[in-house]
């Protein structure tokens, strides 16, 4: 029947009909699935599963033994430790009694304050970068980046400030100031600051001009009174020989990771650059800076650069490392940048010209942007990389987190407890780095969105 | 010049400047001589179709007339103002240009609609709402306005191609480059993209098509020109061109790509 018919027709085309899909088979799919696939693929494969799960089990149950289980939690010193467990449990009170040391260095503890209100200033400074609704977010993260260090400076250093300083922690102020009043007026009304204020005041919402003057006057009054703040505040001085811990390791590893991004993208645009100085200048930079170790820098930084300033001028130590940390992870960016470049086909910049775009727009809005998404985990690697080499500053005489774990075990108290204060410290340190990982893999997927089909 | 063109074109525009006119180009890459004595003049609301085997220079020359690439002797002359006075006459003659690239060249990181607005927002500063009712007008004109919060790569290469003509319209330029600009494009796209251009052309754009597709010169085309080894060996319009070429290297090119 179906060959008649199809016979009937013969001068008609046939209608093509796509078959239905099926659903996977179960055994491919789910857990299972999944584990018959990557685990017991084979017989070596299902062998070598079961020897790594062995060896991790070992592994761990020591270390949870070791560290929980058979640890001492109280005890005045490390010979009431020896004598409870011995070597086969950890000996804890120590690095407990020396947690604001590892922490803050030998900062003085009643102003110890001064550290953590910086640090929440911080966070509530970029806060706003993550809500929905904020317009200014620009505008919020170049001034964390600009303007917080001078403010931040202050609360750690204090002292007497000259008329320069009084200026900057007034721009610091103002524009913390200015941060959440703008974000808050945006969340709320969906305007920046200033404009409404303009509105407050009286002005046309259609007079541009007007609207413009208004905000200028309102940060302006801003500005003053955060002059007329820092003029009557200030506090003690505390020199950086007392900074350490966790805290200078922050702080030098902070000016490294926001010096070195932008400083690395000029370098490399240097580097690319068609004018023969301007190439040859931040070639010899890079190239320098990448063929010495970074130890060498800082003794380089920390011994001869006094030698060559005039007399009188004197640059402080933390200052020196923290000069030297910058620059030469300045240069390692440079060319982790000029890799990014590299991978961005011509006919995008050829694109941006041909729309009427200079050399500046066409860098800052189109090559940029995607060329640092290429780069996010090898510049995140890198920032990686630059927390953990702030250790080698210990070498110049700066006590970051690594050397007051050494410290512990000098302390007479504690004498020999090098092992807890340095699992302690690892911690740390894999805190910090796993969180910047994460950090970047979370950006990778939510900037990588539309651009795979 | 068709009539159209009377009305796309401002009246003042039209006054018998060509509007592009190559005297003497020579280009070299290294020590490959790419384009030899090149003289072409283009009038307005002309509409010309370049062809020729590759490496004949074809792209070399279109992209020498809004100065992707610099040529070492001759000049180029955009409606009478020529090039190379200082860069920012260059920035303001190239901004009367548009051009399409065989690879598309949009920006992957911007959505259909932010790829048209963004020179309108960053060269000519228009308001945000001003720059979005232009760039919606272009994406209908070449039919993908429902594409405009996609982001590039989420479309097929002949929608990728269209946006990237409504990108090089919005600045309203008054001539418009076509560098192969069906080359990459899957079979079935290619008549998409043709189509856009023939309404492109039909409102009396000046028009230069680097292309192999000839049914679109035979359509569109007031002059067809072959190049071969960095120099125009002839052009004519495309009935005369077709029927009857004058040299054999011309007839030979055809016979292989009809």
Partial sequence: ?453 | MSGAAATLAPAATRTGVPAIELIGLNKWFGHFHVLKDIDLQVAEGEKVVVCGPSGSGKSTMIRCVNQLEQQQEGRVVIHGRAFGESAQKDEEIRRDIGMVFQQFNLFPHMTVLENCTFALTWVKHLPKAEAEAIAMSLLERVHIPEQAKKYPLQLSGGQQQRVAIARALCMRPRIMLFDEPTSALDPEMINEVLEVMVELAESGMTMMVVTHEMGFARKVADRVIFMDQGEIVEGAPPEVFFANPRYDRTRLFLSQIL
């Fill in chain 1, 1 to 453: 029947m179906p060959d008649e018919a199809r016979l009937a027709a013969a001068d008609q085309p046939l209608v093509f009909r796509p078959k239905p899909e099926r659903p996977p088979p179960t055994s491919s799919i789910g857990v299972l699935g999944w584990m018959r696939a990557n685990l017991f693929s084979s017989v070596s494969n299902a062998l070598l599963t079961l020897l790594g799960a062995y060896i991790a089990i070992v592994f761990f149950t020591a270390i949870i033994n070791w560290a929980l289980v058979d640890a001492v939690w109280e005890a005045s010193n490390r010979r009431e430790c020896l004598d409870r467990v011995g070597r086969a449990g950890a000996c804890w009170p120590g690095v407990i009694a020396w947690i604001p040391n590892l922490l803050y260095g030998l900062y003085p503890k009643d102003q110890v304050w001064r550290i953590n209100i910086a640090f929440l200033i911080l966070v509530a400074w970029a806060l706003p970068l993550w809500l929905p609704r904020v317009r200014s977010k620009v505008g919020i993260g170049l001034s964390a980046v600009l303007l917080y260090p001078f403010l931040a400076s202050y609360f750690f250093h204090g002292g007497a400030k000259d008329l320069l300083w009084t200026a900057l922690i007034a721009l610091g102020m103002a524009a913390f100031a200015w941060v959440w009043l703008t974000t808050l007026s945006e969340r709320t009304t969906g305007l920046p600051f200033g404009a409404v204020v303009a509105r407050l005041t009286g002005a046309p919402e259609d007079d541009e001009a007007a609207t413009r003057t208004r905000a200028r006057i309102a940060y302006a009054v801003l500005y003053l009174v955060a002059v007329g703040v820092t003029t009557q505040w200030s506090l003690s001085e505390v020199s950086t020989r007392y900074w350490g811990g966790l805290f200078l390791t922050l702080v030098i590893s902070g000016f490294g990771i926001t010096f070195s991004l932008p400083a690395g993208v000029m370098l490399a645009l240097g580097r690319r650059s068609q004018m023969p100085f301007i190439s040859l200048c931040s070639t010899a930079f890079i190239e320098l800076f990448r063929s010495v170790p970074l130890i060498t820098i800082l003794f380089m930084f920390n011994t001869m650069l006094p030698l060559f300033l005039p007399v009188g001028v004197e640059v402080n130590r933390l200052v020196r490392a923290i000069v030297a940390v910058c620059l030469f992870a300045a240069a390692y960016m440079a060319e982790i940048v000029r890799g990014g470049l590299q991978a961005i086909p011509r006919g995008q910049y050829e694109a941006a010209s041909a729309v009427g775009l200079g050399f500046w727009q066409s860098t800052a809005l189109v090559i940029m942007p995607q060329a640092l998404r290429i780069m996010i985990p090898t510049i995140v690697g890198n920032f990686i990389g630059l927390f953990k080499d702030t250790t080698l500053v210990s070498i110049i005489g700066l006590f970051d987190l690594l050397s007051m774990a050494r410290a512990v075990g000098e302390d007479t108290t504690w004498l020999g407890l090098f092992l807890e204060p340095f699992f302690f410290i690892t911690m740390i340190y894999f805190v910090f780095c796993f969180l910047m990982s994460q950090y970047s893999l979370n950006l990778e997927r939510k900037l990588g969105a539309g651009q795979r089909r």
